[in-house]
């Protein structure tokens, strides 16, 4: 019987978890399997050559900047303001006659190794295909090196075939047949790393095969006692949430990649989340994993809140960055839903009281669920980015800003803003917005609105989509993320604009732009998030330039006590740097690890550390049988 879209299905559980019947008896419902917002056809509902939603995107119309998309509450604006914004600071002009890349006519010829094909097709009932588009969008992540490759035809290497499996023990199936026939596999949840994680290594000589986790999304198990659900690893965040919340509960768990990004992909990379500071990040919220590994499955036995049983192995598994096996099933920690939610906001002078008044939230544990802090540069941004406004509303915003520059006495230069969000009991939220303004009057902080803050947590959402249409009026532009302690918080964020600002002006950039905000903060310390663009229209190659600007930066994130990463992971392009970071023998033990789990190096990504480094027993594998070789020739 075919179910409607979004709905959830019943059916006997394959398996569970050992030590579990008990949880299984307690829910009534079993195992769910969930009808995702993203088909397994990916590309009839997300772009496939950018981030996104194919029906929501930024473009150009009679030269103004507008939003289309009713999924946002952008969706079917026009922006004059972020139009002027854009024209002032790169010095350019929306071209509305500029076209979005083509699908290519033609894709690589895969690489074919018969054996395992014909047991494939033999001997399990894995679901494949070899058809050119499932394999071009699952050859990259959301770098901006990989949407410019895209987009310029430049992958030689994409994945050879694409399965779905359906349940773990058809994962168990694939890793032994891959593993019999030294065949490479990348573990594939929502595509959207950042950091070159699931990008196609260019050089594999191998049957590349894309094992996407998206068939593996159901619902095993939830038990109320314990408040504990066990989820496959294929299922995506605002699914997740969706079915949690039909139950009153929720994990809690927003990374800015919530709509798009799988459970899997946030234990891969040891993911966090907007609201961390009530259900903690992903590594706090994780009881169990399990991993498909070459050598057998790894998991831990025992679904006790903690155990003293030597190195805790589900800390092997988060953020091995598919380098080690496939997730298959995480036990997750839930919490019944917030009866109120609530947003807020505050503004401050300046950036460094800011930063002030978030220490001293976090000295004394106060965080409300979110509390995020933007430069000047980031706040001017998003006033950018608000709609027209009528007549009156547009008289109410300046006596507004009368108030903040005259009776205040604040530059608009300097100001910068904190957005908020409450959630709990209504005792508890009055409590805590009570205490968060006090704090913030002691820093010259003062509020701004709900309406301001609601509107800044949801734009993060929205934000994602202005990268590909920068990238296409001419601007490359990108975060990155570092965590620091708080006594170099201030220092770091100076340092690094200032080298950004000193490595353009070496390379004769005069149109860009670089700011900050703080995220995520903790007892020791805060997470960093940089946004840096620059105009590339006269530029031969801009991701290039880019990227040996953003190394720079991380030079200078790394001298000033940043960590190399606090939530994208390493992937490729930060693995230059994971030896030091980890020491000579950390990176040892990582590589022992790795031998042991996959022998043959069929999860041959190259994250962390380099595909030269990270297994250099791998070239005494047999070679496989292919029917061709890999192509030379571009898209």
């Keep these: 019987m075919a179910a409607k ?50 029906d929501s995107q930024f473009y150009g119309k009679d030269g103004i900047i507008c939003f289309r998309g009713e999924k946002y509450p952008l969706g079917g604006c026009e922006l004059p303001s972020f139009t002027k914004w854009v024209e002032k600071k790169f010095d350019l002009r929306v071209d509305i006659t500029k076209q979005y890349p083509q699908l290519p006519r033609t894709y690589p010829r895969p690489v074919e190794n018969a054996p395992f094909l014909h047991e494939l097709k033999g001997t399990t009932q894995v679901d494949y295909s070899a058809e050119g588009i499932d394999r071009l969008v699952r050859c990259h992540g959301q770098t901006l ?17 694409v399965v779905w499996p359906r349940c773990h023990d058809e994962v168990v199936q694939l890793v032994r047949l891959a593993h019999k026939h030294n065949v490479m596999l990348v573990p594939f949840g929502g595509g959207t790393s950042v950091s070159g994680a699931i990008t196609c290594p260019q050089n594999e000589s191998r049957m590349i095969c894309a094992l996407d986790t998206s068939q593996m999304n159901r619902l095993l198990w939830l038990n109320r006692e314990n408040l504990t ?21 929720t994990v809690g768990h927003e990374p800015d990649s919530y709509e798009f990004s799988t459970l899997g992909g946030w234990v891969a990379t040891r993911a966090s989340g907007m609201k961390k500071n009530v259900y903690g990040n992903i590594e706090d919220l994780v009881v169990r994993v399990r991993m498909v590994t070459p050598s057998g499955t790894l998991e831990r036995e025992c679904s006790a809140p903690r155990v003293s049983c030597g190195p ?8 091995s960055e598919g380098t ?36 001293e939230v976090a000295r004394r544990r106060c965080q409300p669920a979110s509390v995020r802090l933007m430069d000047n540069e980031q706040f001017m941004f998003g006033q950018a980015l608000k709609p027209e406004k009528s007549w009156w509303a547009s008289v109410v915003d300046a006596m507004k800003q ?76 990108e975060s990155f993320e570092t965590s620091v302690p708080w006594d170099r918080c201030s220092l770091l964020c100076r340092s690094v604009k200032q080298r950004v600002v000193s490595e353009c002006s070496k390379r004769s950039i005069n149109y860009y732009t670089i700011s900050c905000r703080v995220t995520q903060t903790y007892d020791a310390g ?3 998030y940089f946004y840096f663009g620059f105009r590339s229209t006269d530029v031969a190659d801009p991701v290039e330039l880019f990227e040996a600007i953003e190394h720079s930066a991380r030079d200078e994130i790394l001298s000033c006590g940043g960590s190399l990463s606090h939530h994208h992971g390493v992937g490729k392009i ?5 030896r030091n970071a980890v020491t000579e023998t950390g990176s040892s033990l990582y590589s022992a690890a790795k031998r042991h789990l996959d022998p043959k190096n069929i999860f041959a990504l190259g994250n962390l550390l380099p595909l030269e480094e990270d297994h250099p027993t791998a070239e005494a594998s047999p070679p496989p049988t292919t029917s061709s070789t890999p192509p030379k020739a571009k898209l």
């Design 312 to 319: 805790d192995f589900n800390h092997v598994i988060l953020g």
């Design 574 to 578: 930060r693995s230059h740097w994971y």
């Design 145 to 161: 090196n990989d949407i410019y490759s895209l987009w310029h035809h430049k992958f030689r290497r994409i994945p050879d075939l």
């Design 324 to 359: 080690l096996g496939v997730i298959t099933e995480v036990v997750l920690k839930v919490r019944p839903l917030p009866s109120v939610r609530r947003y807020g906001s505050l503004a401050f002078p300046n950036f460094e009281q800011g930063v002030l008044f978030m220490r």
């Design 402 to 477: 009368r108030y903040v520059t005259s009776w205040k006495g604040i530059d608009l230069n300097q100001i910068c803003a904190a957005t908020l969000l409450f959630e709990g009991d209504l005792k508890d939220v009055q409590r805590q917005e009570a205490l968060i303004y006090e704090i913030a009057e002691k820093f010259q902080g003062f509020p701004a609105g709900g309406q301001n803050g609601e509107r800044g947590y949801i734009l993060t959402f929205v934000i994602a989509y202005i990268r590909d249409f920068g990238l296409h009026q001419g601007i490359v532009a």
């Design 5 to 54: 879209r979004n709905a959830v299905t019943t059916e006997a559980p394959e398996s569970s978890a050992p030590g579990e019947g008990t949880a299984l008896a307690l829910d009534s419902r079993l195992s769910k399997r969930v009808e995702s917002v993203i088909p397994k056809k990916r590309h009839e509902a997300l772009k496939w050559f950018g981030w996104g939603y194919n």
């Design 526 to 528: 805060a997470c960093i």
């Design 229 to 249: 659900v066990c989820f496959e690893s294929g299922i995506v965040g605002q699914d997740l949430e969706r079915v949690l919340r039909s139950e009153g509960l």
